[in-house]
Structures are given as structure tokens and as C-alpha cells.
Antibody, heavy 121, light 107 residues
Framework: QVQLVESGGGVVQPGTSLRLSCAASGFTFSTYGMHWVRQAPGKGLEWVSVISYDGTVQHYANSVKGRFTTSRDSSRNTLYLQLSSLRAEDTAVYYC??????????????WGPGSLVTVSS | DIQMTQSPSSVSASIGDRVTITCRASQGISSSLVWYQQRPGKAPSVLIYSAFNLQSGVPSRFSGSGSGTDFTLTISSLQPEDFATYYCQQAKSFPWTFGQGTKVEIK
């Protein structure tokens, strides 16, 4: 059974950094692309980033490009999101999500419960 | 970026009603359209992928149609567990983009 569990969220001040982790289990992590999606309180879903199954390709939303970095460690079955230069508008629940099929990017079929990041002074 | 526009933003319906939600892309995305359901306080879950393919385990009362720029999600007979927010998302090109969501409420 696919399981994704995010960790690392919390309350941070504007301009600081934070790293989120997503521990994956129940599937062959090294064959699936992985995504981060966020949701500000009371708002809709916003796609943040993707990393290919082998870690060689990443894409980012314009709103986070240059500030956030996605990486993965297949030896630890873990996905990471490094958040830097944080702003109040980055406050959100951050979900990690797995693509629906190996090696391709067409949809995500499994989501973690999310990790709340609050950026406030 | 491709913009996704959903309508309506909310709909009130009764148990057993047929509910239709539409999603329009700002440019053609062929069949690269996904529908998600999100219940309050929960992570989203996929209902439909590639415009009309039902995700395994999703009830057959859910169906998707469309291609190009115009898409539809239909719930044929609304059930109590279907009261939730629904999002469309294009997977044609990065950055992926979501519609603003449609909240299905109890009438």
C-alpha cells in the first residue's frame, strides 16, 4: 500500500528557510516522479514542483522558482523540498504526491496528509 | 502558463441529483485533464485522469468527458459522501495548473 508522510513543517519568520521531507513506502520509489502541491488556508490547490523518477529533471511554479528546490534520495525513499526566502504568501499545507504511473507525468494518484508551513513574524 | 477556469464555483444539490462541473483551458490540452475530489481537512484524491479514465476504486457514478479546451465532470446521482470540493488540473505542460475549485454543497 502506497504511503507518503510529510514532515518538517512549522512556524518560521519571513526570509528564513525550511526543509520539508516526504517519506515514501509501499512502492518502488526510484521509478516514480514525485510532486509537491500546496494549499493556502481556505484556498485552492497550487502545484509547486515535480522531480523526475531519476532526479535529473525538475520543474517549478513561477511563484517559487529560484527560492524552492526539490530533490530526492532513493536510498532513503525520501523526497525533499527546500524552501528559502520564505514569504507570508508561502503559508500553506504542503502535500507530496506520487505520479499515477512509473516514469511518466500525467497525474498524481497518491497524496500524503500534508505538512503545514506558517510564515509569520 | 495554461489557465484553468472552472464553473460554477459552487453548486447546491440534493441526494440523487445529477451534477455537472465544467472546466475550460486557456489553450488546447488534448486529453491531459485530471479531476480531483477533496473533502474538508483531507488530501485530494484522483477521480478521473486523461479526461475520461476512471481511477481504480472510484464509483461509476463519476464520469469525465471533453478534449481540447472544454471538459466536464458529471456525478450521475449525488451521494452523501460526494459533498466536497472538486478541482480540475491540466497535465499537458509544466507548470501544472489547477482550476479554482467547485464546492458541492447540500441543498
Amino acid at each position: 500500500q502506497v504511503q507518503l508522510v510529510e514532515s518538517g513543517g512549522g512556524v518560521v519568520q519571513p526570509g528564513t528557510s525550511l526543509r520539508l521531507s516526504c517519506a515514501a513506502s509501499g512502492f518502488t520509489f526510484s521509478t516514480y516522479g514525485m510532486h509537491w502541491v500546496r494549499q493556502a488556508p481556505g484556498k485552492g490547490l497550487e502545484w509547486v514542483s515535480v522531480i523526475s523518477y531519476d532526479g535529473t529533471v525538475q520543474h517549478y511554479a513561477n511563484s517559487v522558482k529560484g527560492r524552492f528546490t526539490t530533490s530526492r534520495d532513493s536510498s532513503r525513499n525520501t523526497l525533499y523540498l527546500q524552501l528559502s526566502s520564505l514569504r507570508a504568501e508561502d503559508t500553506a499545507v504542503y502535500y507530496c504526491a506520487r505520479e499515477g504511473t512509473p516514469y511518466t507525468s500525467a497525474w498524481v494518484d497518491s497524496w500524503g496528509p500534508g505538512s503545514l508551513v506558517t510564515v509569520s513574524s | 502558463d495554461i489557465q484553468m477556469t472552472q464553473s460554477p464555483s459552487s453548486v447546491s444539490a440534493s441526494i440523487g441529483d445529477r451534477v455537472t462541473i465544467t472546466c475550460r483551458a486557456s489553450q488546447g490540452i488534448s486529453s491531459s485533464l485530471v479531476w480531483y475530489q477533496q473533502r474538508p481537512g483531507k488530501a485530494p484524491s484522483v477521480l478521473i485522469y486523461s479526461a475520461f479514465n476512471l481511477q481504480s476504486g472510484v464509483p461509476s457514478r463519476f464520469s469525465g468527458s471533453g478534449s481540447g479546451t472544454d471538459f466536464t465532470l458529471t456525478i450521475s446521482s449525488l451521494q452523501p459522501e460526494d459533498f466536497a470540493t472538486y478541482y480540475c488540473q491540466q497535465a499537458k505542460s509544466f507548470p501544472w495548473t489547477f482550476g479554482q475549485g467547485t464546492k458541492v454543497e447540500i441543498k
